[in-house]
């Protein structure tokens, strides 16, 4: 336990124990007495004091990812990141003590903000949308620097004076500067928070960009509603296998607040990583906020998701898709098609995908959600498709293949 001897060597004055409370740290608000440690703000001003708990040192590569902690607070300067002053380790393996000398919040948590019924979310977009804007820009400036945060959330951002948010907590963070990882990439060693987590994470697949932006559409998604991702579901042992299944509800009333937003948060959680937007694209969103290129193409996307399938694995004539939830009759016949580079459509203004019909397929079966389809080329198909089993010259085979459409 802190001690006013042990402040004392830093200059610091205790002001308020355990503000704050975790599994792993407690939290003090301090004021600084005496200019000792160089760095440190001047004299009168708060420091928070992260004192990490004795029983969570000795766990394996906790160490490491404090010190990793400490070290991109302190050499990353952006206004959108918390600062960290100092850290002192002490002795030991495990060490007797570790503390963290970090810039003082005078605001609350986003997750506070968004649940308080104070906040009036649905007629304060405009402030919501400024969040997420500043927010991006954190995560921009931890991506161009090369590392990846990982564990997005709104209890992972704090509101300086300003209103304006912080993110805290890059303990789990991935630094990815060439060839370089940190530990914790894989399921078996999973630190992050399910519900704002993507598929990809979870079934422990090395992290990607994209999976920040699927925890940030989560996080926005709350601030928005004031609602966690998932909240139907409280039981935490199995929310891998509900976050697995699909994405978080979007309400249909986020499409009034916005023009595309709806379409935004679905592409940001969409469960293929070609589908979310990059940084530059949500951002350029947020700072519009009206729909853009990305909003365009992808609402064309989520259109035809809902007219179809995506061909996932292809054997021959046979192929597979995930027809989630919807009800679909056997030996009932389907289009194939194949969507083509975005059109811009000079009477709208609008960019569309095309789609080039290339057969049919009639469902066979269905095993839970996973459907087999047999797949008939059209004639002309049909035509190249002996061509080569015949050997005639040139011919184009056009093969259905991944990635295809099976629509009704």
Same mark, same amino acid.
């Given at each position: 336990?802190?001690?006013?001897?042990?402040?004392?060597?830093?200059?610091? &004055? #205790?002001?308020?124990?355990?503000?704050?409370?975790?599994?792993?740290?407690?939290?003090?608000?301090?004021?600084?007495?005496?200019?000792?440690?160089?760095?440190?703000?001047?004299?009168?001003?708060?420091?928070?004091?992260?004192?990490?708990?004795?029983?969570?040192?000795?766990?394996?590569?906790?160490?490491?990812?404090?010190? &990793?902690e400490?070290?991109?607070?302190?050499?990353?300067?952006?206004?959108?990141?918390?600062?960290?002053?100092?850290?002192?380790?002490?002795?030991?393996?495990?060490?007797?003590?570790?503390?963290?000398? #970090?810039?003082?919040?005078?605001?609350?948590?986003?997750?506070?903000?968004?649940?308080?019924?104070?906040?009036?979310?649905?007629g304060?977009?405009?402030?919501?949308?400024?969040?997420?804007?500043?927010?991006?820009?954190?995560?921009?400036?931890?991506?161009?620097?090369?590392?990846?945060?990982?564990?997005?959330?709104?209890?992972?951002? #704090?509101?300086?004076?300003?209103?304006?948010?912080?993110?805290?907590?890059?303990?789990?963070?991935?630094?990815?500067?060439?060839?370089?990882?940190?530990?914790?990439? !894989?399921?078996?060693?999973?630190?992050?928070?399910?519900?704002?987590?993507?598929?990809?994470?979870? !079934?422990?697949?090395?992290?990607?960009?994209?999976d920040?932006?699927y925890? %940030?559409?989560?996080?926005?998604?709350? %601030?928005?509603?004031g609602k966690?991702?998932?909240? &139907?579901?409280?039981?935490k042992?199995?929310?891998?296998?509900?976050? #697995?299944?699909?994405?978080?509800?979007?309400?249909?009333?986020?499409?009034?607040?916005?023009?595309?937003?709806?379409?935004? %948060?679905?592409?940001?959680?969409?469960?293929?990583?070609?589908r979310?937007?990059?940084?530059?694209?949500?951002g350029?969103?947020?700072?519009?906020?009206?729909?853009?290129?990305?909003? &365009?193409?992808?609402?064309?996307?989520?259109?035809?998701?809902?007219?179809?399938?995506?061909?996932?694995?292809?054997?021959?004539?046979?192929?597979?898709?995930?027809?989630?939830?919807?009800?679909?009759?056997?030996?009932?016949?389907?289009?194939?098609?194949? %969507?083509?580079?975005?059109?811009?459509?000079?009477?709208?203004?609008?960019?569309?995908?095309?789609?080039?019909?290339?057969g049919?397929?009639?469902?066979?079966?269905?095993s839970?959600?996973?459907?087999?389809? !047999?797949?008939?080329?059209?004639?002309?198909?049909?035509?190249?498709?002996?061509?080569?089993?015949?050997?005639?010259?040139?011919?184009?085979?056009?093969?259905?293949?991944?990635?295809?459409?099976?629509?009704?």
């Amino acid at each position: 336990m802190i001690t006013p001897e042990y402040l004392a060597k830093f200059g610091l &004055q #205790m002001v308020q124990e355990k503000v704050g409370e975790g599994g792993s740290a407690v939290v003090h608000k301090c004021r600084i007495v005496d200019t000792i440690v160089p760095g440190f703000p001047q004299k009168g001003s708060y420091v928070a004091v992260k004192e990490f708990r004795q029983e969570m040192l000795a766990t394996p590569g906790q160490l490491q990812r404090i010190e &990793q902690e400490a070290e991109i607070g302190a050499t990353l300067a952006s206004d959108y990141l918390a600062k960290i002053y100092a850290k002192d380790v002490g002795d030991g393996v495990p060490p007797s003590q570790c503390v963290l000398f #970090m810039e003082w919040m005078t605001g609350p948590t986003l997750h506070h903000w968004a649940t308080s019924k104070k906040s009036d979310r649905p007629g304060r977009w405009d402030i919501v949308r400024n969040f997420c804007r500043q927010i991006v820009k954190g995560v921009q400036h931890l991506h161009t620097s090369g590392i990846h945060h990982r564990d997005l959330k709104t209890e992972n951002i #704090m509101l300086r004076s300003g209103n304006q948010p912080v993110i805290m907590d890059v303990g789990v963070a991935e630094i990815a500067r060439g060839t370089e990882h940190t530990m914790h990439t !894989r399921v078996k060693d999973f630190l992050g928070s399910v519900r704002y987590s993507s598929p990809q994470f979870l !079934r422990g697949e090395e992290f990607d960009p994209s999976d920040d932006v699927y925890s %940030l559409g989560c996080t926005f998604l709350e %601030l928005i509603t004031g609602k966690q991702p998932y909240h &139907q579901e409280e039981r935490k042992v199995l929310l891998p296998s509900i976050v #697995m299944q699909g994405p978080p509800e979007i309400p249909d009333s986020i499409a009034e607040l916005a023009d595309g937003l709806d379409v935004l %948060l679905r592409g940001c959680t969409h469960s293929q990583r070609s589908r979310r937007p990059t940084l530059h694209e949500l951002g350029e969103y947020l700072e519009v906020g009206k729909s853009t290129d990305y909003i &365009q193409l992808e609402r064309g996307r989520q259109y035809e998701d809902q007219r179809g399938w995506t061909v996932l694995h292809v054997d021959g004539y046979d192929i597979y898709l995930d027809v989630g939830k919807t009800s679909i009759y056997t030996h009932q016949d389907y289009k194939v098609v194949r %969507l083509g580079e975005p059109i811009l459509l000079p009477s709208t203004g609008q960019k569309q995908l095309p789609q080039r019909l290339i057969g049919k397929a009639k469902h066979l079966h269905t095993s839970n959600t996973l459907a087999h389809f !047999r797949y008939t080329p059209n004639i002309e198909q049909k035509m190249n498709i002996d061509a080569e089993i015949y050997g005639l010259p040139n011919p184009v085979l056009d093969m259905v293949k991944v990635g295809d459409r099976v629509v009704s």
